[in-house]
C-alpha cells in the first residue's frame, strides 16, 4: 500500500504562520527520501521510499483559497478511494476539516489536541475558525475521541455533542495505561481509524512551535506510547497541524515533528 502525503498549507481564519509548517514538514519528508537514496547500503527508509507520494497544495490565488474546503475534500476522497495510506500535514486545525467532512460515521478519530474544536464562547467568533470547525463539519461527523485535552471551560453537555470521549491530560497523567486500554477498546468497534496530531497536544517544552500554548501537556513518551498500542491495519491516515515554525526554538519542534513522521512511515510499511 502507498502513502499518499498531501501538503495542506491551509490557515486562514486562525494561526496564520501554520501553512508554513505544512510546507516545511513536506520538505522533511523529501529530504528523508533523498537522503535514503544516497545510501549504497539497504536502510530502513527502503521500505516506504518509492512508496511516498507527495503532493503539495498551494494557496496563493483568490481561486485556490475559495475552492480550499471542497479542494482538500476530493483530494481527501481520491486518496481513501485508492486505499492510499494518507498522511495529510496540514496548516492550522481548520485544514484539517475536509479530513473530518469524508471519512463517515463508521470510522474513529483518536484525536490529539490540547483545545476541544467547539469553542462558542463570548470571545470566539461564530464564523468557521480553526477553533470551532468541528460545529460547522457536515455531518454525519466520524466518531470523535480527545485524548490530552486542557479545556476548563466547555460543558460536558456541549462536549458530548460531538465527542464521544474525552480523555483529559490529567487522565493520561494518572492513568495512561486505562485511556490506552478503553482506546483500543473503542477501536475494535470501528471499521477504520484516523489519528488526528494538533501538535499543541504536547507539552510547550517539548513542542513550543504553536499558537495556543497549553500548559500539562503530554510527554512525547506518552504521545509514542498510545500511537504504537492504538496502531493497526485499521488505521488508514494521520493528519498533523498547528505547527508554526516561526514560533519553535532551537528547532526542537521541528526535530520532534520530523522524527515522528520518519516513525509513522516505518510502522506503516515496515
Ligand atoms: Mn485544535
Known sequence: ??????????????????????????????????????????????????????KEFGFETLEE???????????????????????????????????????GADTLV??????????????CTSELSHGNFLLHAEKPLPRVVNIGSRDLFLSAKHVGRTYEKVFPAAAVATNLAGVIAECVQRAGSAKQIWIDIDVDVIDPAFCPAVHQPLPFGLMP?????????????????????????????????????????EWLLLKHHE
Do not use: C
Not at 32 to 41: A, C, Q
Not at 65 to 83: D, E, Q
Not at 110 to 123: E, P, T, W
Open 1 to 54: 500500500m502507498r502513502t499518499h502525503a498531501i501538503i495542506f498549507p491551509f490557515e486562514l481564519f486562525g494561526n496564520g504562520g501554520t501553512g508554513a509548517g505544512a510546507q516545511l514538514l513536506g520538505d522533511v519528508l523529501r529530504e528523508m527520501v533523498d537522503d535514503g537514496e544516497k545510501e549504497s547500503r539497504t536502510t530502513r527508509s527502503s521500505a516506504y521510499r518509492d512508496k511516498l507520494r507527495v
Open 65 to 103: 483559497v475559495a475552492n480550499w474546503r471542497s479542494t482538500g475534500r476530493a483530494a481527501v476522497k481520491k486518496s481513501l478511494a485508492a486505499k492510499d495510506f494518507l498522511l495529510w500535514l496540514g496548516g492550522n486545525h481548520l485544514s484539517a476539516l475536509p479530513v473530518y467532512e469524508e471519512l
Open 110 to 123: 483518536i484525536q490529539f489536541d490540547a483545545h476541544l474544536d467547539i469553542y462558542n464562547l463570548h470571545d
Open 221 to 261: 513518551m506518552q504521545l509514542l506510547a498510545v500511537l504504537e498500542a492504538i496502531w493497526s491495519e485499521k488505521v488508514i491516515g494521520v493528519s498533523i497541524v498547528e505547527f508554526d515554525p516561526g514560533r519553535d526554538t532551537g528547532d526542537t519542534s521541528l526535530n520532534l515533528l520530523g522524527w515522528l513522521l
